[in-house]
């Protein structure tokens, strides 16, 4: 029976012919499993994954393992982008269990869902051969199988949650600059060495906190890498070398969210020409491959295509030849340097150094380009994700706004838009849609505070209240069903469905940590409201970071940054004059090139009603658009050219 057709997850639905008889998650499942009195085969992964292809064609393809597996167990699929709940208490036991993790993750478990065998991608013998043996083990020795299930409950169960501290301090986050430079990469950039990943979060915080070495160096040489596809645009999952050299091809919209939020503040920083290409090229590749017709952000593109990962991004010297000619292909083999840094000696391009021919490069880049455009795409998987789709609206609104780049701020509002119509119920969140109809899933932490820190920005950007108050209504529900009663939160709200584990995880991943997102969100907001609750409660959240810092800073990159916002107040700028106005165009987009870190930008004409609180009582001067400069609602006196806000914006910590 095919129980995956009706899925709005594209990973689902690459499995929906397999002859595997997959349930979807869920009690009937678990009930199915009762009924036959045989384990639950927990199988974690997701549609950009290229060894789960690898494990999808070996052995859910292949008919005698797929006997095994449905004659022996109850088989259920999770796409971890719309469960993030249940892959991560399954990935807590998986490392528990292996002190490994990684995806496709296998996981047998009872009926009731407790894990008692976990592992990640296993060959197809080994993985038969494991079918047979723990079918056997449930067999003949059940009672220890479910006590394996119940200790490795009881020990996830009782595990003491990550101590917190007080408000972190400015000798804290000078601690924390510390502990980055013991691990940094002084010759390439970055942070430890292979696999590399991009570290959105920690070069944030760098940037906030005025260091410009380690943020820089490691900005410019993720640009120039094979990290970052160097005629399309766009960055890659991560590199598996410590040079940026090669990538898993993989593109997820999260990281390239993060990333054009991070190369648009590097430039606000002075980073400069290189910076300003590549936030912008970034941006580009966003609207041109991720855009959903409905006005969302698709998840992911593949590292995959025609069964080969990294295909087609890799030339050799013969393919650019080919479509450049004897003289400009040599030339590009130079530039891009391909001399078989890949495998079957082809190359990913980078772009180490610019070459003095400008315009031979945009034109070699141009028909690569449209060549490679008749090759085999990956796939995309375009269900829109709540939290990753938050994380672009606030990164193409910023964009937007510092390039003079108005389709950027409507790209991001279309987003708004489609979330606020589909997602959003009442005062709660689905995680995920697909071709404008929503899934089933709940928003977990990370959706909530992601998306409030997407609609906040966009509120400033655009003046648009409306997304101001849809903010203030989601933020209400993470302080209502989130938090875990000591000032932190729990990812998942209080009447979610019940696993054996609430997962809680405040430090950061790929993205965000829900608990710094959380912070970083209510402290946006409290700087627009004056609202001490919400202020009290981003303190509180924060309070973990000051324990990672010394030690663990590259886990709290975006706690660090929300920390550093916090230690100046944040700023807080109310830009008042009519829309139509250029003087109030200049003054809102001087707000935002000052660089003070996360500053909060309110905009208005004559204070309205409605309008956010920061607005309140701010009115032009003799006639003029003016710019209040605020902390805590403190206001200096209020100014009326780009110059004087910008002078007060650097006294005031930019």
């Not at 891009?336 to 150094?353: A, I």
């Not at 935002?592 to 930008?601: E, T």
Request: charged share 20%; hydrophobic share 40%.
């Amino acid at each position: 029976m095919n129980r995956l057709a009706g899925s709005t997850s594209p990973y689902l639905l690459q499995h929906a012919a397999n002859p595997v008889d997959w349930w979807p998650w869920g009690e009937e499942a678990m009930s199915e499993a009762r009924r036959r009195d045989v384990p639950l085969l927990i199988s974690v992964g997701y549609s950009a994954c290229h060894w789960c292809h690898v494990m999808a064609h070996e052995s859910f393809e292949d008919e005698a393992t797929a006997r095994l597996m449905n004659e022996h167990y109850v088989n259920v699929k999770v796409d971890r982008e719309e469960r993030p709940d249940v892959d991560a208490v399954y990935m807590s036991a998986t490392q528990a269990m292996t002190q490994q993790g990684g995806w496709p993750m296998t996981v047998f478990a009872t009926p009731d869902g407790h894990p008692f065998y976990c592992g990640t991608y296993f060959p197809r013998p080994q993985f038969q051969r494991l079918l047979l043996g723990l079918h056997q083990a449930w067999t003949e020795d059940r009672q220890t199988v479910l006590q394996q299930g119940a200790k490795v409950v009881e020990v996830l169960g009782s595990g003491t949650t990550l101590p917190s501290g007080p408000l972190p301090t400015a000798q804290t986050l000078e601690q924390a600059v510390a502990n980055l430079r013991e691990s940094y990469d002084p010759v390439r950039g970055g942070f430890g060495g292979a696999p590399k990943f991009p570290p959105s979060m920690v070069l944030e915080f760098l940037l906030r906190s005025g260091e410009r070495e380690m943020s820089g160096r490691t900005l410019e040489a993720m640009a120039r890498g094979g990290l970052y596809d160097q005629l399309g645009g766009g960055f890659a999952r991560y590199s598996v070398d410590a040079g940026w050299v090669v990538p898993h091809f993989e593109k997820m919209l999260y990281d390239n969210a993060l990333l054009l939020r991070v190369y648009t503040h590097w430039w606000v920083a002075g980073g400069g020409p290189l910076a300003r290409r590549i936030a912008l090229e970034t941006a580009d590749w966003l609207l041109r491959e991720m855009r959903t017709p409905e006005g969302g952000f698709a998840s992911a593109l593949d590292a995959d295509s025609e069964g080969e990962e990294g295909k087609f991004y890799v030339w050799t010297p013969d393919q650019l030849r080919e479509v450049l000619g004897d003289d400009d292909g040599a030339w590009a083999a130079g530039v891009f340097e391909v001399t078989g840094t890949f495998e079957h000696g082809t190359s990913v391009l980078q772009l180490l150094s610019d070459p003095a021919d400008t315009a031979r490069l945009d034109s070699v880049r141009a028909r690569l380009l449209a060549a490679r455009e008749e090759r085999v795409r990956p796939g995309r998987d375009d269900k829109v994700v709540a939290g990753w789709t938050g994380l672009a609206i606030a990164a193409l609104a910023e964009t937007g706004i510092v390039f003079d780049r108005p389709d950027l701020v409507e790209a991001a509002t279309s987003a708004a838009v489609l979330l606020h119509e589909v997602h959003v119920e009442g005062d709660r969140l689905l995680r995920t849609s697909r071709d404008g109809r929503a899934g089933a899933n709940v928003g977990v932490l990370e959706d909530y505070a992601n998306l409030a820190e997407g609609l906040i920005a966009l509120h400033g950007v655009t003046g648009e209240t409306r997304w101001f108050r849809l903010a203030e209504t989601l933020l209400g529900t993470v302080l209502d069903r989130f938090g875990d009663g000591t000032g932190g939160f729990y990812d998942t709200a209080d009447d979610a469905e019940r696993l054996f584990q609430r997962p809680q995880d405040p430090t950061d991943n790929a993205t965000p940590s829900g608990q710094y997102a959380a912070a970083g969100a209510l402290l946006s907001y409290a700087a627009l409201t004056g609202s001490a609750r919400h202020r009290e409660a981003a303190h509180a959240a924060l309070g973990t970071v000051s324990v990672l810092a010394g030690k663990h800073a590259r886990f709290a990159g975006w706690g660090l940054a929300v920390a550093r916002a916090a230690l100046d107040g944040p700023v807080e700028v109310a830009v008042v004059g009519p829309p139509d106005d250029p003087r109030t165009a200049e003054l809102h987009k001087a707000a935002y090139l000052a660089g003070a870190p996360g500053a909060v930008v309110a905009l208005g004409s004559e204070p309205a009603p409605d309008a956010v609180p920061l607005l309140q009582g701010r009115g032009l001067v003799a006639g003029a658009p003016a710019a209040y400069v605020c902390e805590g609602f403190a206001c200096k006196l209020p100014v009326t050219t780009a110059a004087d806000l910008r002078a007060q914006l650097d006294r005031s910590g930019g």
